[in-house]
């Protein structure tokens, strides 16, 4: 359906770095300029956009801290391992998960270091034994030779994982989202692995999976219909029409009342969040346009109208792709955010602002670069957007490297909208 919103916008406020100095601009720009990367020497704090000559207007920010980690790490996850309220950091390599103990105000503290057999594909931090206090799943990356993909469990004693538990699946269970959240409603985390779920016995140990109709890699469980089961939301595509599944949750393993709702483009990721504040969850997706021969870039929001059904899709920006995507506050003024992860972009944060009502017309974006001038070489890894001070609003961290050093973490506490 046509934008509402009419034609893109032809200024965007943009936060740069200028030595040591984060500053606003407002910069003019084309829809050529946001489709591709241009080598830009004497615009270093900004990378690879072509934006000419800008002005800056300083504004301060909260200090970026730097902590080097090791080489190769690939991921960023975070949770309260060591239980004194604040988040700390899991940054992942290929065989190895580090723990950075959260010394508050953007400080981390080298702990724990867990080697494992298998090459990691992802890691996710929950309370599995029910016992008050974060452990650890983690998933390979499938063994083709050795025909199986395995599934690792650590739970935690005193903040320091050990006890581990594994588990070899056939490779057809290897996926692309995984999730640990409670599918059938007793109490437990269960481990979502693409279309497959394995139910949790309450004390940590896994069943047999279970798969899920309709498989999609991009799929989420939330409730959608207001009745305290986590519903099923998924893409999906039939002769060449990209659609969004909505299944709802009857009693485990009965997801019915299948509802499908097309949109303009395949969408890569999903997110579920009360974003115009009715009582009920919205799903929120990001629209690659891959599918229409590099198509805009947009994200879209289906609004539900309380019963479980969702409205058309209305659709917003025309930024570069995503990697991710994040649903939250940013600019304290009570209402949902959207922002688009973009790890090797220059600008790596795109925040979408919400006006209030659940719609986003007006973003900013946020660099999340090491001190220096950033070259060619460095590339940002992952990014992780939570709450890492106790502090409103959402802190940025980054996993940012290059290929001739050491891997660094970055967190940017707090950063500030413009105005």
Known sequence: MPDPLGPPPTTLDILVRTGDAIGRATVAIAPTDVQGYK?????????????????????????????????????????????????????????????????NNGAFADGQQLRTDVEIDQVLPGDIDDDG????????????????????????????FGNRTTRTLPTDYWASAYHLLDVDADGDLDVQLGADVFLNDGTGRFAAPVRLPHGSASLILADIDGDSRPDRITTDREDDTPFLRVSLNNGFNAFESTQAYPIAHQAAVLAANDVDADGDLDVIYWENGYDAGGAPHRIGVLHNDGNGILNDPVTYGMIPGADALAVGDFDQDGDADVATVMPGSPFNIAIHRNDGAGHFADYYFVPLTPPGTPTEEDYLADVLIADLDGIAPLDLAGLYSNFAAVNETIVLLNPTPPD
């Open 133 to 160: 206090d974060i452990d650890l799943v983690v998933m390979g990356y499938p063994n083709y030779e050795a025909g199986g993909v395995t599934l690792d469990t650590y739970t935690n004693t005193a903040g320091t």
């Open 39 to 103: 080598n830009v020497d004497d615009i270093p704090a900004i990378g690879y956009l072509d934006i000419g000559s800008v002005a800056v207007n300083l504004h301060p920010q909260p200090p970026v801290s730097t902590h080097p980690v090791i080489a190769a790490a690939r991921t960023l996850a975070h949770a309260d391992v060591d239980g004194d309220g604040r988040d700390d950091l899991l940054v992942v390599s290929a065989y190895r998960i580090i723990v950075m103990h959260n010394e």
